[in-house]
């Protein structure tokens, strides 16, 4: 459920900033140049940093965690195997 909600908001804060940088741009919305800055700018800010944070996170911490994650479950997959065959008394030669 969580996985849609933030799929939906992820779609909706895209939208808005496709909308505001035809409009206006992100950056002087943030910085509160233009028309009515007060109400506007901290949206901005929101979708700047959170575009940001997500690009940051699905292009170098979830790559990494998946990688590690993988190489975790290989070697427990081989220490498994290992004991399996250590108790049922099979000897590998070579």
Partial sequence: ???GIVTKN??????????ARRKHG???????IGAEPSSRSPMAIAVIGGLLTSTGLSRLVIPVVFTH??????????????????????????
């Fill in 1 to 3: 459920m969580l996985i």
């Fill in 10 to 19: 992820s779609i909706l804060l895209v939208e808005y900033a496709v909308m």
């Fill in 26 to 32: 992100m950056a002087p919305i943030a910085l509160g």
């Fill in 69 to 94: 994650v993988d190489d975790l479950l290989l070697l427990l997959k081989r220490i498994a195997g290992r004991l399996h065959r250590a108790n049922h008394g099979v000897v590998l030669v070579g």
